[in-house]
T-cell receptor
C-alpha cells in the first residue's frame, strides 16, 4: 500500500530555477494539500484542492502554483525559486472534500535553495 | 489572529506518564487534533476531540475544554519509541487546520 508518494525526497536547487515537486496518491482521496514545515513554526498551508479540477490558496501561496488535473496527482511548482523557499514540503490528502482534520501525509520533500 | 501554543520541548522517563498541553485561539472551532511526527518522517494522525472531555486510545488519551481553549495529550507507560514531536492542530471555521509548532518529546531510559 503506497498511500502518498512524493518526489524528489531531497533536492538542492539554485535560486531562480524552476522546480516541480510531485505528489501522487492511490487512495482515491478527494482533497489534497501542500504544506511547508520550517523549524519553530507549525505546518503552513500553501495550496489545496478539494476535488479534481479545483484548487485554492492557503496561508502562504506566493511563489507557488499547483494543478489538479486528476484525482491522483497534485504537483507543486516553484516558478523561480528563492532561498526563503528552503523548507520541507509535505503533501497530504483526506478522504472527503470537506476537511475533517484527519490527513494522510507523504514522506516529505526536503528542498534547499542556494 | 489565530494562535496555537504548545511547549517547545519536554523530557520524560521511560515507563512514566507525560502530559503535553496545547492552548488555542482560532476563528471558529471544528475539532482539535493531535499528530505524532518522528524525526525525518511524516506526521501521523493520533486523535481528534470535537466535544469536551477525554478520549482514550490505548496508552494515549486526549482531553479538550472548548471554553478554556485548552487540550492536552497524555501518554502513559512511555516507551523509547514515543520519542517524537507531537503536533496540536485546530480545524477552524473555514475547515482549515491551524497547526502549533510542535512539542519535541525526549524519552530517557
Amino acid at each position: 500500500i503506497a498511500g502518498i508518494t512524493q518526489a524528489p525526497t531531497s533536492q538542492i536547487l539554485a535560486a531562480g530555477r524552476r522546480m516541480t515537486l510531485r505528489c501522487t496518491q492511490d487512495m482515491r482521496h478527494n482533497a489534497m494539500y501542500w504544506y511547508r514545515q520550517d523549524l519553530g513554526l507549525g505546518l503552513r498551508l500553501i495550496h489545496y484542492s478539494n476535488t479534481a479540477g479545483t484548487t485554492g490558496k492557503g496561508e502562504v501561496p506566493d511563489g507557488y502554483s499547483v494543478s489538479r488535473a486528476n484525482t491522483d496527482d497534485f504537483p507543486l511548482t516553484l516558478a523561480s525559486a528563492v532561498p526563503s523557499q528552503t523548507s520541507v514540503y509535505f503533501c497530504a490528502s483526506s478522504g472527503t472534500e470537506e476537511n475533517t482534520g484527519e490527513l494522510f501525509f507523504g514522506e516529505g520533500s526536503r528542498l534547499t535553495v542556494l | 489572529g489565530q494562535n496555537i501554543d504548545q511547549p517547545t520541548e519536554m523530557t520524560a522517563t521511560e515507563g512514566a506518564i507525560v502530559q503535553i498541553n496545547c492552548t488555542y485561539q482560532t476563528s471558529g472551532f471544528n475539532g482539535l487534533f493531535w499528530y505524532q511526527q518522528h524525526a525525518g518522517e511524516a506526521p501521523t494522525f493520533l486523535s481528534c476531540n470535537v466535544l469536551d472531555g477525554l478520549e482514550e486510545k490505548g496508552r494515549f488519551s486526549s482531553f479538550l475544554s472548548r471554553s478554556k481553549g485548552y487540550s492536552y495529550l497524555l501518554l502513559k507507560e512511555l516507551q523509547m519509541k514515543d520519542s517524537a514531536s507531537y503536533l496540536c492542530a485546530v480545524l477552524d471555521s473555514n475547515y482549515q487546520l491551524i497547526w502549533g509548532a510542535g512539542t519535541k518529546l525526549i524519552i530517557k531510559p
